[in-house]
Nanobody, 120 residues
Framework: QVQLVESGGGLVQAGGSLELSCVAT????????MGWYRQVSGQPREFVAV???????NYGDFVKGRFTVSRDSAKSTVSLQMNSLEPDDTAVYYC??????????????WGQGTQVTVSS
């Protein structure tokens, strides 16, 4: 199993920046992807960004170059640098990892979430 602990959320004014971090512990050798989702209360979770073991990245359409996902594999940490934040970015941000088990099953693990609030 993998445990995830997020940090870095908070309150920021529109146009500002925040960096989220997530540290994975446990069976980190099974991790294949690390990334972020977000959720506004009452709405489905929305894909934000992902980074693979090889360093490839992908972003949700709404990101539009404002966010950067990075990874320190040695420390099993994934970060999300968010710039030019807008009030619509207000949400709970969740760290997510996708793992591959020895019997070739994929298992996802989620962090507890960190609140990001962008004021106008």
């Amino acid at each position: 199993q993998v445990q995830l602990v997020e940090s870095g959320g908070g309150l920021v004014q529109a146009g500002g920046s925040l960096e989220l971090s997530c540290v994975a512990t446990g069976d980190v050798d099974t991790i294949r992807y690390m990334g972020w989702y977000r959720q506004v209360s009452g709405q489905p979770r929305e894909f934000v960004a992902v980074i693979s073991n090889g360093g490839g990245t992908n972003y949700g359409d709404f990101v539009k170059g404002r966010f950067t996902v990075s990874r320190d594999s040695a420390k099993s940490t994934v970060s999300l640098q968010m710039n030019s934040l807008e009030p619509d970015d207000t949400a709970v941000y969740y760290c997510v990892v996708k793992t591959l088990t020895d019997d070739m099953r994929t298992v996802d693990y989620w962090g507890q979430g960190t609140q990001v609030t962008v004021s106008s």
